[in-house]
């Protein structure tokens, strides 16, 4: 049933998995910055999601960061609701694999974060993520107010410069409002600290992202 449909190509509403009511249940606790998994977050503290091909590597990344009070990784931008890893996989949730990162703007910046997310895997790539294929790879930023939007937007037409500059083609990251967050299963969750030796296959292109985008104001 599920080979019916193609990896690469986003299913509709209609063709999506229906979920289920239950949530994933998972821990309370970050396993390496020992802070909430789950909100409500402290006070002043934003949001952001972010997908950038298998999960594991891309929280990492930002776990280390100082300013991020914590992470998690689980699936958004589709229809299906609470849906499994398994169903993710199968392309019939149009979900991607994100992470969402929890930080303090008094810390550190939300340039400082788009940063890391251009620097850290190859936006070029549509639907994979070098060898890991299908919807749930494909590069995207899922913003929670319209200034982060823009700052995404101005971070990405920065970043296509140099993209261009150095041969590679057109970023094709999605860049849109978040919707629905569902966790993924615990195993998950911080799993390269979990597992050291564990799987990531994250590789940037090279070129360096500018941090401090000035925004047009009108």
């Known amino acids: ?7 690469t190509t986003l299913v509709t509403a209609e063709e999506a998995l229906p979920g289920r009511i239950e949530e994933m249940p998972v821990a309370n606790r970050h396993t390496v910055t020992g ?3 789950r909100g409500p ?8 999601m ?3 091909g298998c999960f594991w590597g891309a929280e990492r990344k930002f776990w280390q960061l100082d300013g991020v009070y914590s992470t998690s990784v ?14 993710v996989c199968s392309g019939r949730t149009a979900h991607n694999e994100v992470v969402l990162v ?4 008094e810390l550190t910046t939300l340039d400082a974060l788009l940063k890391v997310f251009w620097e850290s895997h190859d936006p070029t790539q549509g639907m994979r993520q070098g060898n890991d294929v299908g919807t749930q790879y494909r590069s995207g930023i ?7 939007r823009a700052r995404a937007e101005a971070s990405r037409d920065s970043f296509q410069s140099g993209l261009s500059a150095a041969g590679y083609s057109a970023i094709t990251t999605e860049i849109c409002p978040a919707t629905a967050y569902y966790y993924a299963e615990d195993y998950h969750q911080q799993y390269l600290a979990k597992n050291p030796n564990g799987y990531c296959g994250l590789g940037g292109t090279g070129v360096v992202c500018q941090s401090g985008i000035e925004l047009d104001r009108e």
Do not use: C, R
């Not at 977050?41 to 952001?48: A, D, K, Q």
């Not at 899922?142 to 982060?148: G, L, P, R, V």
């Open 142 to 148: 899922y913003t929670y107010s319209d200034e982060q």
């Open 35 to 37: 802070n909430a998994m």
């Open 41 to 48: 977050w402290p006070e002043g503290h934003e949001v952001i």
């Open 74 to 87: 689980g699936y958004s931008a589709g229809f299906t609701k609470n849906p499994t890893y398994q169903e």
């Open 50 to 52: 972010f997908g950038m």
């Open 1 to 7: 049933m599920f080979g019916l449909f193609k990896k």
């Open 102 to 105: 929890v930080y303090s703007p």
